[in-house]
């Protein structure tokens, strides 16, 4: 039987943490990321498409379905799952 692989995703200050789990929560695979609010919206969106790709390659290899399952950021957030304020990380305000 095959099991499902979840993503989950903990965006802070300094690092971005990317972690592929198993159905037990079993981590399977794990990238961290600099941040770099320097570097602004752009450059941090396409890090973290690569890292959620990376992610889902990885599973896709062991024939294994996966599912993007949430994500955490020392932020507010509109009921609309948008950021409004956003401390450590300034460039994510307005960010879906």
Request: charged share 25%; glycine share 8%; hydrophobic share 40%.
């Amino acid at each position: 039987m095959t099991q499902r692989a979840l993503i989950g995703i903990d965006i802070g200050g300094s690092k971005v943490l990317f972690a592929l789990f198993n159905e037990k929560f079993r981590v399977l695979e794990e990238i961290k990321l600099k941040t770099h609010s320097e570097l602004g919206e752009k450059r941090f969106t396409q890090a973290f498409g690569e890292a959620v790709k990376t992610l889902a390659g990885t599973r896709v290899k062991k024939t294994s379905p996966w599912s993007p399952r949430g994500s955490a950021a020392p932020a507010w957030s509109t009921p609309h799952r948008v950021v409004e304020k956003c401390p450590n990380v300034p460039f994510l305000v307005g960010y879906p």
